[in-house]
């Protein structure tokens, strides 16, 4: 306790010159991202609402190895990356609650609680403080949270290009970050190509020439970079289609890419120039990527940008069709369903959460079922579902996470079923801890 009040001292001590202290109070330190890493997140509480943020802080001691010239390029990259996403409005996109504050030591902005990066969990853990805490070190992503995060990303890119008329230009796991939910949030907008031609106009994406003496954190990470960016020297939305197929691809490989350019542009030339075999992928190489999305992944890796399928189809391919990932997507979109539609969902809900892992069920479905709650005429259907959740959960994980929900509904006097839930529920835990059934 006292080396992390001893880190939470010395980290506000830092910052307090910027504007962001004064609203919101710095807490433990919980991941990092952005390019080179160079963002640390924190978790962090608004003074006036206590209301639960992220707190993104960079400290601007990490350039000191940099030249004065490379020192200012990087602080405007970074800059540029929060102003662009806090324009930006879309569920599929990290939502920022405060603009970016520079100051003297520190640039700072504030979004939605988020857990750790992409690029954390996939085992990259720069900027982070030593040794580092199990809940990042063993965390490990389920099918049903790869399937429906890949879906989000898929559908943020598609906002982009179809309704921003942007290309993102850095997509990789450093710029996605897991939320308090477990939901998928893209970020990193630092290298993003905006439409250049007038809005009538077919859009037009300026190709930009690579900046060789540019420090590699303020340019795009090279191991996700479509190849015609070196062979063609040119861009659309295409490119960040293979970047996705490139991202799936490390997900499934361990978080490793299908080459390493270390950062450096020639030998980016020579593996994009080596790519034209991903017209003819062999099978071995996509031996980690399961079955139901290899093809797709063989097509969004092709060197030839007219192969890819864009945004909006991937989103609707059959991989994304999983029973788990399709309830989390309904559990999302409750808000717009009547509760006769609800209340269908919610009764053959239990068979699903059988199969779910446990943390998914507590992290992203429990939140949901108890914020129905609020609507009595709900609760009938909500409640066999969280009795399913708590079967799973130990005694810790029920205190912690479905007690403190239940407790307002034990006072709720109607609907009638609500009390005869809780008699049945009383008398099935009778009967077990008596072998009577």
Same mark, same amino acid.
């Given at each position: 306790?006292?080396?992390?009040?001893?880190?939470?001292?010395?980290?506000?001590?830092?910052?307090?010159?910027?504007?962001?202290?004064?609203?919101?109070?710095?807490?433990?330190?919980?991941?990092?991202?952005?390019?080179?890493?160079?963002?640390?997140?924190?978790?962090?509480?608004?003074?006036?609402?206590?209301?639960?943020?992220?707190?993104?802080?960079?400290?601007?001691?990490?350039?000191?190895? &940099?030249?004065?010239?490379?020192?200012?390029?990087?602080?405007?990259?970074?800059?540029?990356?929060?102003?662009?996403?806090?324009?930006?409005?879309?569920?599929?996109?990290?939502?920022?609650?405060?603009?970016?504050?520079?100051?003297?030591?520190?640039?700072?902005?504030?979004?939605?609680?988020?857990?750790?990066?992409?690029?954390?969990?996939?085992?990259?853990?720069?900027?982070?403080?030593?040794?580092?805490?199990?809940?990042?070190?063993?965390?490990?992503?389920?099918?049903?949270?790869?399937?429906?995060?890949?879906?989000?990303?898929?559908?943020?890119?598609?906002?982009?290009?179809?309704?921003?008329? @942007?290309?993102?230009?850095?997509?990789?796991?450093e710029s996605i970050y897991i939320n308090k939910t477990g939901s998928w949030k893209l970020s990193g907008f630092d290298f993003c190509i905006p439409n250049a031609n007038?809005?009538?106009?077919?859009?037009?994406?300026?190709?930009?020439?690579?900046?060789?003496?540019?420090?590699?954190?303020?340019?795009?990470?090279?191991?996700?970079?479509?190849?015609?960016?070196?062979?063609?020297?040119?861009?659309?939305?295409?490119?960040?289609?293979?970047?996705?197929?490139?991202?799936? &691809?490390?997900?499934?490989?361990?978080?490793?890419?299908?080459?390493?350019?270390?950062?450096?542009?020639?030998?980016?030339?020579?593996?994009?120039?080596?790519?034209?075999?991903?017209?003819?992928?062999?099978?071995?190489?996509?031996?980690?990527?399961?079955?139901?999305?290899?093809?797709?992944?063989?097509?969004?890796?092709?060197?030839?940008?007219?192969?890819?399928?864009?945004?909006?189809?991937?989103?609707?391919?059959?991989?994304?069709?999983?029973?788990?990932?399709?309830?989390?997507?309904? @559990?999302?979109?409750?808000?717009?369903?009547?509760?006769?539609?609800?209340?269908?969902?919610?009764?053959?809900?239990?068979?699903?959460?059988?199969?779910?892992?446990?943390?998914?069920?507590?992290?992203?479905?429990?939140?949901?079922?108890?914020?129905?709650?609020?609507?009595?005429?709900?609760?009938?259907?909500?409640?066999?579902?969280?009795?399913?959740?708590?079967?799973?959960?130990?005694?810790?994980?029920?205190?912690?996470?479905?007690?403190?929900?239940?407790?307002?509904?034990?006072?709720?006097?109607?609907?009638?079923q609500v009390r005869l839930i809780w008699l049945l529920s009383a008398y099935t835990e009778t009967c077990t801890q008596y072998n009577l059934i």
């Open positions: 306790m006292d080396v992390i009040n001893r880190l939470k001292s010395t980290i506000t001590n830092v910052i307090t010159g910027n504007p962001l202290i004064a609203e919101f109070e710095i807490l433990e330190h919980k991941g990092s991202g952005g390019p080179g890493m160079m963002w640390r997140i924190h978790a962090g509480v608004k003074r006036s609402t206590k209301q639960e943020v992220s707190l993104f802080i960079f400290e601007k001691k990490q350039l000191e190895r &940099y030249p004065r010239r490379d020192r200012d390029l990087i602080v405007d990259v970074l800059k540029k990356g929060v102003q662009q996403m806090t324009r930006l409005r879309h569920p599929k996109i990290l939502s920022v609650l405060h603009p970016v504050e520079e100051s003297r030591e520190v640039l700072a902005f504030a979004t939605e609680p988020v857990l750790m990066s992409l690029a954390n969990i996939l085992g990259k853990f720069n900027n982070l403080p030593g040794p580092i805490r199990g809940e990042i070190k063993e965390f490990k992503l389920y099918d049903v949270e790869i399937k429906y995060g890949l879906l989000h990303i898929t559908e943020g890119l598609g906002f982009l290009h179809n309704d921003v008329k @942007m290309i993102h230009n850095g997509l990789c796991p007038q809005q009538d106009n077919s859009p037009y994406y300026p190709f930009k020439e690579w900046e060789p003496h540019f420090p590699p954190v303020t340019k795009p990470n090279l191991d996700y970079l479509a190849p015609e960016y070196a062979v063609t020297q040119s861009c659309d939305t295409s490119a960040d289609l293979f970047s996705l197929g490139m991202l799936m &691809y490390a997900i499934f490989n361990g978080g490793k890419t299908l080459y390493d350019c270390r950062g450096e542009w020639n030998t980016f030339k020579q593996n994009a120039k080596e790519a034209r075999c991903l017209k003819n992928l062999k099978p071995s190489i996509l031996g980690s990527v399961p079955m139901d999305v290899r093809d797709h992944v063989k097509m969004l890796l092709n060197s030839e940008p007219t192969v890819r399928p864009d945004a909006d189809q991937m989103s609707k391919i059959p991989f994304f069709e999983d029973v788990g990932a399709m309830t989390l997507q309904y @559990m999302e979109t409750l808000v717009q369903r009547d509760n006769l539609q609800k209340s269908q969902f919610f009764k053959g809900m239990p068979k699903i959460l059988q199969k779910m892992p446990k943390r998914v069920c507590i992290q992203r479905i429990l939140p949901a079922l108890f914020s129905e709650c609020t609507n009595p005429n709900m609760i009938p259907f909500v409640l066999p579902n969280v009795m399913e959740i708590a079967e799973q959960c130990s005694e810790k994980e029920f205190a912690q996470h479905i007690l403190p929900g239940l407790i307002p509904i034990f006072s709720i006097p109607d609907p009638i």
